[in-house]
Every structure is written in structure tokens, then in C-alpha cells.
């Protein structure tokens, strides 16, 4: 299995401007986690859907951030209009029902907006 | 709100010690606790879980207790190797679902 796939793997960006970040979870999971890693704030869960439908989403900072899986094979995070204080690592993890809780993380994707 | 700590000071050891870890958890018991590893420039990878009914859990090099009482979990790597040498982080499942809040983590290094 090629495990979670994440792109683009670098983002550079100027404030304003529209991101839309992609990922693929393990075949099979049905679970998918977006996280948003900084220095200041760690690993810091932002959604994460069941099926394809989320779950919570308590952790999306605000408006401007949005988060679509439809379907099994597909999710994408957008952020719009993306803000200097947006540049992190994100990252897409998966897990399976009978995974039991542990998480399969992508390689993440690193953005920086200017 | 629930919390986990980790000691944000890096662990420095000597190849062949036992490298020990904490994890502290705020309010009540989390249902799991997780560990995971982390090398610059990538993902976590997951290595165990302890559930709140379980003392110790070991594999391989590798042993983790969770301690009620304490409100804490420790992570030991025994025989530790310079490539041991990595961020590790606890995180603490919310009851039994799978949403999970981590810690900052611990960077060790193993010195050879």
C-alpha cells in the first residue's frame, strides 16, 4: 500500500489567494483526519470525517478554512483567502475501523503564504 | 479542557541507556493514549496504544505504562540507538472516539 498521499508537498503563496490542499487516505480506512502542525501550537486537529461525512470540526479556525471528502479515495482542505498566520504544515492522516484508533499519517504538506 | 503535557527540553542520552519519556494528562482519564514518532520533514508514525484498563504494554525495545493515579504516561526505549533519535509524541484519545489531542512532543537524541 503506498499509505496516505498528500499534495502538493510545498505550497508558496501570497496573502489572499486561494489554497486547496489534497489527499488521498489508505484504501480501506474510513476515517480521515486534517491536522495543522506550527512551532507555536504543535499538532492541532482541525476535522476529521467518518465515511465521508464530518464528524467535527470544531477544530477549523475560522471561515475562511473548508474541508471536502466526497468520497472514500478523495479530501481536499481549502483556505480562502489565505492569511500569512495560515503557514504551517498540514497534514492528512487516515485510520480504520478495525485499525483501532491508531492513525496513519501523509507526509504533509507545507504551505507559506507571503 | 482536557490537556496533554510533554516536556518540551530535549532528552539527550547515550546509545545502550534507557530513554524514559512523560506524558501528563489533564482531568479525567482519557479512554487511550497513544504514542507516536516524528522525524524532521515527515509524518507521525504510530508505534503504541495503552487503553485505561491496561498497566504496561510493551513492544519490541519499546514499553509504555499509563498510571490513573499519576494522571500520567511514561514511555521507555530500552537499548536505545542513535537512530532512536526523534521527536515522540502522546496524545490522548477523547473517550472512545477517534479524534485525539496531542502533546508537543519530546525530542531525544541518542549520543553514539
Known amino acids: 500500500d503506498a499509505g496516505v498521499i498528500q499534495s502538493p508537498r510545498h505550497e508558496v503563496t501570497e496573502m489572499g489567494q486561494e489554497v486547496t490542499l489534497r489527499c488521498k487516505p489508505i484504501s480501506g480506512h474510513d476515517y480521515l483526519f486534517w491536522y495543522r502542525q506550527t512551532m507555536m501550537r504543535g499538532l492541532e486537529l482541525l476535522i476529521y470525517f467518518n465515511n465521508n461525512v464530518p464528524i467535527d470540526d470544531s477544530g477549523m479556525p475560522e471561515d475562511r478554512f473548508s474541508a471536502k471528502m466526497p468520497n472514500a479515495s478523495f479530501s481536499t482542505l481549502k483556505i480562502q483567502p489565505s492569511e500569512p498566520r495560515d503557514s504551517a504544515v498540514y497534514f492528512c492522516a487516515s485510520s480504520g475501523t478495525g485499525a483501532f484508533y491508531e492513525q496513519y499519517f501523509g507526509p504533509g504538506t507545507r504551505l507559506t503564504v507571503t | 479542557s482536557q490537556k496533554i503535557e510533554q516536556n518540551s527540553e530535549a532528552l539527550n542520552i547515550q546509545e545502550g541507556k534507557t530513554a524514559t519519556l512523560t506524558c501528563n494528562y489533564t482531568?479525567?482519564?482519557?479512554?487511550?493514549l497513544q504514542w507516536y514518532r516524528q522525524d524532521p520533514g515527515r509524518g507521525p508514525v504510530f508505534l503504541l496504544l495503552i487503553r485505561e484498563n491496561e498497566k504496561e504494554k510493551r513492544k519490541e525495545r519499546l514499553k509504555v505504562t499509563f498510571d490513573t493515579t499519576l494522571k500520567q504516561s511514561l514511555f521507555h526505549i530500552t537499548a536505545s540507538q542513535p537512530a532512536d533519535s526523534a521527536t515522540y509524541l502522546c496524545?490522548?484519545?477523547?473517550?472512545?472516539?477517534?479524534?485525539?489531542?496531542f502533546g508537543s512532543g519530546t525530542r531525544l537524541l541518542v549520543r553514539p
Open positions: 496524545a490522548r484519545g477523547m473517550d472512545s472516539s477517534y479524534k485525539l489531542i
Open positions: 482531568n479525567y482519564s482519557p479512554a487511550y
